[in-house]
């Protein structure tokens, strides 16, 4: 088992940046792949981006890529979306997800089992 729990949300003007955290705790960080999605009200959950356990292969979804960066600090069990350049439609709650995967990532929100309850981003003009 694996528990995540999101943080640093909130309300923002566009073109501002934020940072949010993911902290996790139940096992160990060694083959768990890590991911951020958002949804919006009235839309589906759409993936942004993900990290491989190790950290070395990231992806991010082609509406964030350029502004947006992703990390984890495994002695921490904690990974990181640094969204910079923010606009109106990145307002959503984000959540973050993980699974086991002992290389690569992946996109696909039924590639991960794992979810945390979510976090705001509102981002105003």
């Known amino acids: 088992q694996v528990q995540l729990v999101e943080s640093g949300g909130g309300l923002v003007q566009a073109g501002d940046s934020l940072r949010l955290s993911c902290a996790a705790s139940?096992?160990?960080?060694?083959?768990?792949?890590m991911a951020w999605f958002r949804q919006a009200p009235g839309k589906e959950r759409e993936f942004v981006a993900a990290?491989?356990?190790?950290?070395?292969?990231?992806y991010f979804a082609d509406s964030v890529k350029g502004r947006f960066t992703i990390s984890r600090d495994n002695a921490k069990n904690t990974m990181y979306l640094q969204m910079n350049s923010l606009k109106r439609e990145d307002t959503a709650a984000y959540y973050c997800?993980?699974?086991?995967?002992?290389?690569?990532?992946?996109?696909?929100?039924?590639?991960?089992?794992?979810w945390g309850q979510g976090t705001q981003v509102t981002v105003s003009s």
């Open positions: 139940g096992r160990s960080a060694t083959n768990i792949a």
């Open positions: 990290i491989s356990w190790s950290g070395d292969i990231t």
């Open positions: 997800a993980a699974d086991s995967m002992e290389y690569g990532v992946a996109s696909g929100r039924y590639d991960y089992s794992y």
